[in-house]
């Protein structure tokens, strides 16, 4: 039988602990912000995990250790599509990993996913008593004790991090005093400084490094207390606007009280009661959004569904139905993109030198897609490298073409 709830009600440190403690066996998945996450678990023991963020994919995993470049992540990629393999297994392969590099990787990776979930209280999750078949060659075997132990440290030590950092929007820089040796030893640490260079937000950095939040802004929280980084000087954190939902007309009119029976004595005097409202005025908001997003999704018009389903799911993250038709819509979209936006092959290349893009103001994910454009990579190569989802990169793509600010051409 499935357990359903969410993180509000009942924390993830406690979900875990009743999991393990009860020796459960199969899966759990949590959902916020359309990242999902999923933990396997046979007799309490977490044996696998998966998730679609992309930072926390093996690939990018590996890439923000340095155990693999990013233009070694795009070929193995390319070799594991027509293998129809894992990519770990390729790795292996290819002789970049040996297995046991691996196995210790994926335990790494299965560990910080359940680590990132301590950070999340406003998630829905699922549970059910049902393993998939996984790939048994390289398995893990992780104790829910050593997870709740290292996870409660983790939600102390990122308390502290807040109080040097307290936002992804801050721009770090970096001091005149010159880091020791063993800072570039840590291939991680020692991408982190590289990315530092007195203009990226955190949130830039998160994207060079390929990065779980938590390692970089740790590294970045060491190098600030060796006196290595500083906050940049004259920074303003704006503050975040709420995310207010917005009224339909039709809410903003005062409610409509059922008409009284009409009086026998003096029906001149008596109002006519209203007209039959019909189904629409029963209709809740969502309802009404959802409805004209499917009309957009009729039209062919998936980016602007998209666009109405995700001011929704920011209101309404634990409806199904809403979960359910974003997926559909973001399919739809992938799809159309790669076959009439953006076709796979096509190389991509600014239309407009780097230095005038200063007055654009770009998203973080905006430059890092830019940054990758150089006239020879194609929008295939950029998107499976990119820390973004497929869906996201594609339509940060999409606008930037639409913008004016990229183009694409045939391979040279």
């Not at 233009?71 to 027509?82: G, M, T, V």
């Not at 999750?125 to 132990?149: N, Q, S, T, W, Y």
């Amino acid at each position: 039988m499935a357990v359903y709830g969410e993180l509000s009600t009942m924390p993830f440190a406690e979900l875990l602990q009743w999991l393990g403690g009860n020796g459960k066996t199969g899966t759990l998945e949590v959902e916020r912000d359309k990242i999902r996450k999923r933990i396997l678990l046979r007799d309490g023991r977490v044996v696998g995990s998966a998730s679609n963020e992309p930072r926390e994919l093996i690939g990018h995993f590996l890439v923000s250790r340095g155990m693999i470049t990013e233009e070694l992540l795009r070929i193995a990629l390319e070799h594991q599509e027509s293998a129809r393999r894992p990519l770990g297994s390729m790795l292996v392969e290819m002789g970049v990993l040996t297995s046991e590099e691996l196995v210790r990787s994926l335990s790494a990776q299965a560990e910080e996913i359940l680590f990132s979930l301590f950070e999340w209280d406003d998630a829905v999750f699922r549970f059910e008593g049902a393993l998939p078949d996984a790939d048994e060659r390289f398995p893990i075997d992780i104790r829910v004790e050593d997870v709740l132990l290292r996870g409660v440290q983790r939600l102390d030590e990122l308390r502290r991090f807040r109080e040097v950092f307290p936002d992804d929007r801050v721009v770090p820089e970096r001091a005149a005093v010159l880091p020791p040796p063993e800072v570039f030893r840590n291939r991680t640490a020692r991408r982190v400084y590289e990315a530092i260079d007195g203009s990226r937000t955190i949130a830039d950095i998160l994207l060079h490094a390929h990065g779980s939040r938590y390692l970089v802004v740790k590294f970045l929280f060491e190098l600030h207390r060796a006196g290595l980084v500083r906050l940049k000087a004259g920074q303003a954190v704006p503050a975040a606007a709420a995310a207010l939902p917005h009224a339909s007309p039709a809410a903003l009119r005062p409610l409509t009280s059922p008409g009284r029976a009409r009086s026998r004595r003096d029906p001149a005097s008596e109002t006519p009661p209203p007209a039959d409202p019909g189904p629409e005025a029963f209709r809740s908001p969502l309802e009404r959004e959802l409805e004209r997003a499917r009309g957009l999704m009729a039209a062919g018009d998936y980016d602007g569904a998209l666009a109405i389903l995700d001011s929704e799911y920011r209101r309404n993250p634990s409806s199904e139905a809403l979960c359910r038709l974003v997926r559909e819509a973001e399919a739809a979209f992938v799809d159309k993109a790669w076959r009439h936006y953006l076709p796979a092959g096509k190389q991509v290349r600014l239309r407009r030198p780097v230095e005038t893009l200063e007055d654009e103001q770009l998203t973080p994910q905006e430059a890092f897609l830019l940054s990758r454009m150089d006239g020879q990579w194609t929008v295939k190569a950029i998107v499976q490298i990119a820390p973004i989802r497929e869906v996201e990169a594609l339509r940060i793509l999409k606008h930037l073409r639409d913008r004016g600010l990229i183009e694409l051409h045939e391979p040279s």
